[in-house]
């Protein structure tokens, strides 16, 4: 039996997909196993909590930063940080070994856009990873003849790699993370490799991995007018459309998976140990899964969300829990009820699917919200966040210890 293979373990974000699914099968290694794995394999975490114990893992950080706070627990562990900036940042609060795997772009065929008129604006992402209302920025950037269309549910890399092939710009507006206070020194150019690899120039905010990565390679913008002006600029000037397109496009090439996979190949490098010939069982093993919510009107989304499934130990029970994320209501609706009807339809999913309870964390403004909607607040708290639910399943009042580290959250 091979002792020395790598097993990948994933978490339900992008990540698990990209970091986990897709490397894995570039190396033909096992992704999630459902069948016994010898514990003398090499495992790889990818933004999770290790959640079992075996004598070589490494801790695939990516941006989830509480993993910090778990990994003195694991003193042996090899972290990987997915940039520059962030093998700093990690190695300026823990013991453990660093190592830098950048994260691939979704072009493996390489496709790169033809030569044609600018006439379209794209982002690609999560909902709450674009801080302004889509609606407005489409009407904006109307008056200076361009088309903005985005996506924000997506199956799978070649979806992506789809829409990449309808836009000529590329925006992405995050001043600030959105969607947690996790440092922007974990985060990582991934928007810039994607589009890059393309061809197509990005319009975005000065976000620290960009400037570190792609310095000289995007057009800079801090707020809507700076969106309009920087997008007529590069519609307008082919010579500067040009240029950075040629820029980005070679920055992405280094990104592309086949100059990324085998620095996987290169953690097998590990010092030798005394085997112990155990197999692990994975039948039950779950991390989850996940469901997109929607409301549109007109085609247009005007809420979503993002509920993960999990099942989580509070003190001394399991409880089946619906996690919710990225819960976002366009301004302009949400006088309107919007959100009260998307959380309705949360509560029959959860019924129907036969969950103990729907839960969450949210600020101060927003966990008001969630009170109205009869949901419960716990004591639990987690970066100036309270930990909310709402009982689905008779007699669900959950009490005791929550080990927030590697849920869903």
Request: glycine content about 4%; aromatic content about 12%; some cysteine.
């Amino acid at each position: 039996m091979d002792t020395n293979q790598l097993v990948f373990m994933t978490s339900p974000w992008a990540s698990g997909d990209i970091r986990g699914n897709q490397i894995a099968e570039k190396l033909n290694a096992i992704c999630d196993p459902r069948e016994p794995v010898s514990r003398d394999s090499i495992f790889v975490f990818i933004k999770i909590t290790p959640n079992i114990s075996v004598p070589r893992m490494y801790v695939d950080i990516v941006d989830a930063y509480g993993l910090l706070t778990s990994v003195p627990r694991f003193p042996e562990a090899k972290l990987i940080a997915i940039s520059s900036l962030a093998k700093t940042y990690i190695e300026n609060r823990v013991y453990n070994e660093v190592i830098l795997i950048p994260e691939h772009h979704c072009n493996f065929e390489n496709f790169v856009r033809e030569y044609r008129p600018v006439k379209t604006v794209g982002f690609v992402g999560y909902v709450p990873n674009f801080l302004l209302d889509p609606l407005v920025v489409k009407d904006e950037l109307s008056k200076i003849g361009l088309d903005f269309i985005w996506l924000t549910n997506f199956v799978d890399r070649l979806e992506i790699c789809d829409f990449y092939k309808k836009i000529d710009i590329q925006l992405t507006f995050r001043p600030k993370s959105p969607v947690s206070p996790c440092p922007a020194e974990l985060k990582n150019p991934l928007k810039l490799t994607n589009a890059g690899s393309f061809k197509i120039p990005s319009v975005c905010c000065a976000e620290p991995s960009y400037v570190d990565a792609f310095k000289d390679c995007f057009l800079i913008a801090d707020n809507l007018n700076s969106i309009v002006k920087q997008c007529r600029e590069l519609k307008n000037d082919n010579a500067l459309y040009q240029h950075i397109a040629e820029r980005c496009h070679v920055k992405a090439q280094d990104y592309h998976i086949d100059n990324i996979y085998p620095l996987y190949e290169k953690l097998k490098d590990w010092d030798s140990y005394e085997a112990t010939n155990e197999m692990l069982e994975f039948g039950g093993y779950d991390m989850g899964s996940e469901k997109f919510f929607q409301i549109k009107d007109k085609g247009k989304i005007v809420a979503s969300c993002k509920l993960i499934t999990r099942t989580i130990k509070i003190g001394l029970i399991d409880y089946a829990v619906g996690g919710i994320r990225e819960f976002k209501v366009i301004e302009n609706r949400r006088c309107q009820g919007i959100g009260r009807i998307m959380f309705k339809d949360l509560v029959f999913h959860a019924t129907d699917n036969k969950l103990d309870m729907l839960a969450g964390f949210a600020e101060l403004d927003v966990l008001n919200f969630y009170v109205k909607c009869n949901c419960i607040v716990m004591n639990a708290a987690f970066d100036s966040r309270s930990m909310f639910y709402y009982p689905i399943a008779d007699n669900c009042e959950p009490k005791g210890h929550i080990d927030l580290m590697g849920t869903m959250w």
